[in-house]
């Protein structure tokens, strides 16, 4: 299978999609974020996890097949050049210009929240530039510090940066398909080694580690996503794993939500403030491990099943622009969000706004972009040599 793989092309698309609606909740849901909106509440929680326990990892298996795809077709030189010719521009442009305003905000609204832009504390926003890029802001107050320069929403470029420097050391030995793929897709191994894998580092890492996007000591995040991104490489073009996902999908579809069930009854159950037994405790980490794992070979079997054939100027405009999208929707996000909160409007009113800002901000910043050769590296499009690309092939 040497063809392009438009059912990965969609998957990458409808789950970076997904999460940049998903930041959109984060302005309404009651869990921490860098600003939050008057009307925020658990209303949409159960909603929000639908997708949280599985989508990341999704990313880094399509980004791990997408590298075996790519790494095939080139020397190991010239796959290391091209990689990192291709994140490292949009990853520094996030930490010195898109990212900063997220920052911004987050501090005024924490100092909002406090005791207002009080005489105390009017300093913090002093030459706030300057402080973010050389880390002397020291902006802390009790739920900790805010570290600068940062790379917020990005992690997930850093992440793929250091996988691939990794992934050059033991990419001829990846290069070639293992035996024990054959025996993975067999049977009901295909949902329970994964499964087993990644419950087993949540039950021993995640306590220590947790979930800090913090690279230097993310162990946990790096043992699951390092691994799924190996995974995808080593499966992206071995054919019965694909089939083997369509043949499971609808099973999967019906355990990921039985298991998304089971953990929305549970966080109900056991609210803030009101500990669960240890034992239940851990059974429910592994359900939501079976909830994610099962969820990702149902929406890899359901897109290989309808969408491998999918091409069409849709597929290639959103192939291009929705990298783009992803760079800059949080920051769009933050602002907008801020700012719409303080016109004090319905909610009716402002969660469409929102959406309608993020959306329009995103094609914007994508569409000036691509237009203008000296910034198509910074946003993570390739070179262009030519005119001004055609806008319906979304190049």
Same mark, same amino acid.
């Given at each position: 299978?040497?063809?392009?793989?438009?059912? &990965?092309?969609?998957?990458? *698309?409808?789950?970076?999609?997904?999460?940049?609606?998903?930041?959109?909740?984060?302005?309404?849901? @009651?869990?921490?974020?860098?600003?939050?909106?008057?009307?925020?509440?658990?209303?949409?929680?159960?909603?929000?996890?639908?997708?949280?326990?599985?989508?990341?990892?999704?990313?880094?298996?399509? /980004?791990?097949?997408?590298?075996?795809?790519?790494?095939?077709?080139?020397?190991?030189?010239?796959?290391?050049?091209?990689?990192?010719?291709?994140?490292?521009?949009?990853?520094?442009?996030?930490?010195?210009?898109?990212?900063?305003?997220?920052?911004?905000?987050?501090?005024?609204?924490?100092?909002?929240?406090?005791?207002?832009?009080?005489?105390?504390?009017?300093?913090?926003?002093?030459?706030?530039?300057?402080?973010?890029?050389?880390?002397?802001?020291?902006?802390?107050?009790?739920?900790?510090?805010?570290?600068?320069?940062?790379?917020?929403?990005?992690?997930?470029? #850093?992440?793929?940066?250091?996988?691939?420097?990794?992934?050059?050391?033991?990419?001829?030995?990846?290069?070639?398909?293992?035996?024990? +793929? @054959? /025996?993975?897709?067999?049977?009901? &191994?295909?949902?329970?080694?994964? !499964?087993?894998?990644?419950?087993?580092?949540? &039950?021993?890492?995640?306590? *220590?580690?947790?979930?800090?996007?913090?690279?230097?000591?993310?162990?946990?995040?790096?043992?699951?996503?390092? @691994?799924?991104?190996?995974? =995808?490489?080593?499966?992206?073009?071995?054919?019965?794993?694909?089939?083997?996902?369509? +043949?499971?999908?609808? /099973?999967?579809?019906?355990?990921?939500?039985?298991?998304?069930? #089971?953990?929305?009854?549970?966080?109900?159950?056991?609210?803030?403030?009101?500990?669960?037994?240890?034992?239940?405790?851990?059974?429910?980490?592994?359900?939501?491990?079976?909830?994610?794992?099962?969820?990702?070979?149902?929406?890899?079997?359901?897109?290989?099943?309808?969408?491998?054939?999918?091409?069409?100027?849709?597929?290639?405009?959103?192939?291009?622009?929705?990298?783009?999208?992803?760079?800059?929707?949080?920051?769009?996000?933050?602002?907008? =969000?801020?700012?719409?909160?303080?016109? +004090?409007?319905?909610?009716?009113?402002? /969660?469409?706004?929102?959406?309608?800002?993020?959306?329009? $901000?995103?094609?914007?910043?994508?569409? !000036?972009?691509?237009?203008? @050769?000296?910034?198509?590296?910074?946003? =993570?499009?390739?070179? !262009?040599?030519?005119?001004?690309?055609?806008?319906?092939? $979304?190049?």
């Amino acid at each position: 299978m040497t063809e392009r793989r438009y059912d &990965l092309d969609w998957l990458r *698309i409808i789950a970076f999609g997904l999460l940049i609606f998903y930041h959109c909740g984060m302005f309404y849901v @009651s869990w921490d974020w860098h600003v939050k909106s008057r009307f925020a509440s658990d209303a949409i929680e159960p909603l929000m996890m639908l997708t949280s326990p599985w989508r990341l990892t999704l990313l880094f298996l399509i /980004a791990g097949a997408a590298t075996r795809f790519m790494a095939d077709k080139m020397s190991m030189r010239t796959f290391f050049t091209n990689r990192m010719r291709r994140l490292w521009p949009p990853l520094l442009l996030a930490m010195f210009v898109i990212v900063p305003p997220q920052s911004y905000f987050e501090i005024v609204e924490a100092l909002q929240a406090a005791n207002g832009l009080g005489p105390g504390h009017a300093g913090w926003l002093d030459n706030f530039y300057i402080k973010y890029v050389t880390g002397s802001g020291h902006w802390c107050d009790a739920d900790g510090c805010l570290f600068t320069p940062t790379y917020n929403h990005m992690w997930f470029v #850093a992440y793929l940066i250091l996988y691939t420097l990794a992934l050059v050391l033991i990419l001829p030995l990846l290069r070639r398909t293992p035996a024990a +793929q @054959s /025996a993975l897709v067999a049977g009901p &191994l295909l949902v329970l080694v994964p !499964w087993l894998y990644m419950s087993a580092l949540r &039950l021993t890492l995640f306590p *220590i580690f947790g979930e800090s996007h913090d690279f230097r000591d993310d162990w946990y995040l790096h043992s699951l996503y390092f @691994s799924t991104f190996l995974f =995808g490489f080593a499966i992206a073009k071995y054919q019965p794993f694909f089939d083997r996902c369509v +043949q499971l999908r609808w /099973a999967a579809l019906a355990i990921a939500l039985t298991c998304w069930a #089971a953990l929305i009854g549970y966080y109900n159950i056991y609210a803030e403030g009101v500990d669960p037994p240890e034992w239940l405790r851990l059974a429910m980490r592994s359900v939501r491990d079976l909830d994610a794992w099962c969820a990702i070979i149902a929406a890899i079997g359901l897109a290989h099943h309808h969408l491998r054939g999918a091409d069409g100027p849709v597929r290639r405009l959103l192939t291009q622009a929705i990298f783009p999208f992803y760079l800059i929707h949080q920051t769009i996000i933050v602002v907008a =969000g801020y700012y719409l909160d303080k016109m +004090q409007m319905p909610l009716a009113v402002e /969660a469409p706004l929102l959406l309608a800002a993020t959306v329009l $901000g995103c094609w914007l910043f994508y569409d !000036w972009g691509r237009r203008l @050769s000296f910034l198509r590296v910074w946003i =993570g499009l390739p070179p !262009w040599d030519g005119p001004v690309p055609v806008s319906r092939d $979304g190049r």
